[in-house]
């Protein structure tokens, strides 16, 4: 949760995983180098299935299931609270802070927690003809929290077309519609006062309510660090937050064939997505203040992205070489309104009725749009299938950066050598399906921070001058950062890759040795100065070194049964070389 009271959701919350084909992790520089300022920390690669040719196949999936916490927190029962308080009282000197038995004895996770079901059902139809093939599906997804009261549920739909219009033209789409509704419980992370931490905090001693009905809470009991303003009951009855997301994710794509080397293709694609949150809290949630209040925001972002590429493929006797050329545009618009509104004479409308607060509502909004322009290059060589050689240059502009250092350039270099394809190795071929040895080396750039960054900002604020009379005007908010550019990893790759018995068995194992500069890393001003927002600077220089490795195999494999069997290990060092002389940058955030 923001200062703006937003929430952002992980993407892949509005795919459906039963429309996923394959998943795959590219790690390594060389790999992730095509896909510029993406790939700053890895790609992964989702592909959805899409229509087959053959007579309309329409198939169900679906399961129901129920979760549950996998272990409670031990804390003391009613008894064992009193004697550790009266323990704590006579080693001090004092008189016993309880006497007799308590009145009551609760678990506060008991009256949280419970089992939650969970449930998934997919309907889709999947065919085509040599003209057209097609994928339609429709899911509803269920899921209760194990917090009373939470639950998230996603209805989403899926189109998938791919049309031949000639033997020269194809063209297609990808269209994704999803409505996910989150009612989420108040955890807030770490924070004390969030409904875990208050129930396992909350006195076993103590009631759920008070004699006059309000909630109890530790503050009625006289014990010392007997700390907590709330009551976990509170969270579930009076509060409330709901976040409700549509979102529309599509692509739409053409290829021509030129020749049987030369192929063109374009993508246009769209990410929209509205999201609505309301969360309210009633005059009872807090009996120390009891104040109910409202805070409803939308946020309505919009993400165009156009790639065009021209791929170039030949074969001559024992050489085989690729190349692919392109050029992608995006551009990225976010609108947020907000409104925080207190003080309702009843709780009946929630917040569907924010002008009835007593209290002045605070009125926020905001708007941050920005720019990414790519030119980009790869050549593929094959020599006889035993030594292969990767080179991918890419020049990324954003609109982030100061003016002067919008523009990189990222290159890649990679080589591999299979030596299982080496006359040496064909007695071995039996045993070894395939031997793979593996080299990379590249750059890529990050400029994940928030828009105008390296611009100066101003805030509009009120000035009251003493005399009842309130002006409005602006005041510095965060300072410009004139040299403000990208930070730029550069990682070194070695691998290698062996499968045994005719690919049965399979290892890989990689070490690798990122090194970043330049890392943009929130700097935060001394209040002397009148800035209240950190600025981001280029300041931090970071090292990982580790490896990697990995193994699966084909343990059982016939007509009744059939077992796989994998794992991984890994290994990594991480080493902050540099942040910044602190007499200079003053306190990192």
Request: hydrophobic content about 35%; cysteine-free; proline content about 3%.
């Amino acid at each position: 949760t923001g200062a703006n009271y937003t929430v952002n959701q992980n993407p892949l919350a509005a795919l459906n995983p039963s429309d996923i084909e394959s998943i795959e992790v590219l790690k390594d520089a060389s790999a992730a180098a095509i896909y510029g300022v993406r790939g700053a920390n890895g790609v992964i690669l989702i592909t959805t299935k899409r229509g087959t040719k053959g007579a309309p196949k329409v198939s169900y999936t679906g399961y129901t299931g129920v979760q549950s916490i996998a272990k409670k927190i031990e804390v003391m029962n009613a008894q064992e609270f009193q004697d550790i308080n009266n323990l704590q009282a006579s080693n001090s000197g004092k008189q016993p802070v309880f006497t007799g038995s308590p009145a009551n004895d609760m678990d506060w996770q008991d009256l949280i927690f419970r089992d939650a079901l969970i449930q998934n059902h997919q309907i889709s139809v999947n065919g085509g003809t040599d003209a057209v093939q097609y994928l339609v599906s429709g899911s509803f997804f269920d899921q209760e929290g194990v917090i009373k009261g939470s639950e998230f549920e996603r209805y989403s739909f899926r189109v998938n077309l791919d049309i031949n219009a000639s033997e020269k033209l194809k063209f297609g789409n990808s269209l994704n519609v999803s409505r996910t509704i989150n009612n989420a419980a108040n955890v807030e992370g770490e924070s004390k006062d969030g409904i875990t931490s208050v129930a396992l905090m909350m006195s076993p001693i103590l009631p759920i309510y008070q004699p006059d009905g309000t909630y109890s809470s530790n503050r009625f009991v006289d014990v010392p660090d007997a700390d907590g303003r709330f009551n976990p009951i509170a969270f579930l009855n009076e509060f409330s937050d709901n976040n409700v997301i549509t979102r529309l994710l599509g692509n739409f794509y053409g290829e021509y064939l030129f020749t049987k080397d030369l192929k063109f293709r374009s993508t246009i694609g769209a990410d929209l997505e509205n999201r609505d949150r309301h969360v309210y809290q009633t005059s009872r949630f807090n009996n120390e203040n009891p104040l109910n209040s409202a805070n409803v925001s939308s946020v309505n972002r919009t993400s165009l992205l156009n790639e065009n590429t021209l791929n170039y493929n030949k074969n001559i006797g024992d050489h085989s070489i690729s190349a692919l050329v392109g050029l992608t545009a995006q551009k990225e618009m976010e609108e947020y309104r907000g409104i925080n509104s207190r003080g309702f004479a009843s709780d009946a409308t929630g917040s569907y009725d924010l002008g009835a607060g007593s209290q002045v509502p605070i009125v926020g909004s905001s708007y941050a749009d920005f720019s990414i322009l790519s030119f980009l290059g790869r050549v593929n060589y094959n020599y006889q299938d035993r030594f292969l050689i990767t080179v991918t240059g890419r020049r990324d502009g954003s609109s982030k950066f100061a003016e002067g250092n919008k523009w990189a350039f990222f290159p890649s270099l990679a080589g591999a050598w299979k030596i299982s394809n080496e006359d040496f190795m064909s007695s071995a071929t039996d045993v070894i399906s395939a031997l793979k040895l593996r080299v990379g080396y590249g750059k890529v750039g990050n400029q994940e921070l928030a828009p105008y960054s390296s611009l100066s900002l101003l805030q509009s604020s009120n000035y009251n001058f003493g005399d009842g009379s309130v002006v409005n005007g602006f005041s510095p908010l965060r300072v410009a950062v004139p040299d403000l550019t990208w930070e730029i990893t550069s990682q070194t790759n070695i691998g290698l890759d062996a499968s045994f018995l005719q690919n049965r068995f399979n290892v890989s194992f990689d070490y690798y040795n990122k090194k970043t500069k330049d890392m943009l890393l929130e700097v935060v001003l001394p209040e002397t100065s009148g800035i209240t927002r950190p600025s981001v600077q280029n300041l931090g220089e970071m090292e990982n070194v580790g490896w990697e490795m990995s193994a699966d195999g084909v343990i059982i494999n016939n007509n009744d049964f059939k077992w796989d069997l994998g794992f991984n290990l890994s290994s990594n060092r991480n080493k902050i070389t540099y942040l910044g002389d602190p007499d200079k940058v003053g306190d990192l955030s």
